[in-house]
Structures are given as structure tokens and as C-alpha cells.
Nanobody, 115 residues
Framework: DVQLQASGGGLVQPGGSLRLSCAAS????????MNWVRQTPGNERELVAT???????DYADSVKGRFTISRDDAKNTMYLQMTSLRPDDTAVYSC?????????WGQGTKVTVSS
């Protein structure tokens, strides 16, 4: 049974940092592209970062230089290190992947950036 579980969200002040985790089960995360996607309070959805099975990474322009996506294959877990957080980073962050003709999404974790 494929499952993705995001965690690590919370309330942080502007300029602060958080690390999100996405624990994968039921498949080998390193075999597929994995994504972080966020949905803002205004219901805008944005692809934040992608890591490929070859460990190439790609980022939305809005987070380049501030966020880093990574993966620990031994733990079958993906991470999103977020630094220099801004109020407009406030969103629910979810992890996703796609294989076998199906998209899989985990429950999101909420990040609130506010003083």
C-alpha cells in the first residue's frame, strides 16, 4: 500500500527555518521523481521542488536559493529544508509522486510564517 506522510510543519517567524519530512512506504522513493507541492490559504497550488531518481533537483523561482530538497534512501524519506522563510511561504506542504499511471499524495503539513 503506497503511503506518503509529511511532517515537520509549524509556526515560524519570518527569516526562520524549518525542515519538512516525507516518509514513503509501499514503494522505493529513490526509483521515482518526488515532489513537494504547496497550497496557499488562497488555494493557489505551486510545485515547490522536485528530486529525480537520479538526484537532480529543480525549484520554483519563488524558493530558489532558500529551499533545498533531498532524499535519504536508507530511510526512504524525502526532505525539504526551508530557510529565510517569508510570510508568503505560508501554506500546506504536501509530498507527491507518480508511477504506474497513478499520482500519489500524502496528507499535508501546515507551515505558517508570521511574527
Amino acid at each position: 500500500d503506497v503511503q506518503l506522510q509529511a511532517s515537520g510543519g509549524g509556526l515560524v517567524q519570518p527569516g526562520g527555518s524549518l525542515r519538512l519530512s516525507c516518509a514513503a512506504s509501499g514503494f522505493t522513493a529513490s526509483s521515482y521523481h518526488m515532489n513537494w507541492v504547496r497550497q496557499t490559504p488562497g488555494n493557489e497550488r505551486e510545485l515547490v521542488a522536485t528530486i529525480t531518481r537520479r538526484n537532480s533537483t529543480d525549484y520554483a523561482d519563488s524558493v530558489k536559493g532558500r529551499f533545498t530538497i533531498s532524499r535519504d534512501d536508507a530511510k526512504n524519506t524525502m526532505y525539504l529544508q526551508m530557510t529565510s522563510l517569508r510570510p508568503d511561504d505560508t501554506a500546506v506542504y504536501s509530498c507527491s509522486t507518480y508511477f504506474g499511471g497513478t499520482s500519489y499524495w500524502g496528507q499535508g503539513t501546515k507551515v505558517t510564517v508570521s511574527s
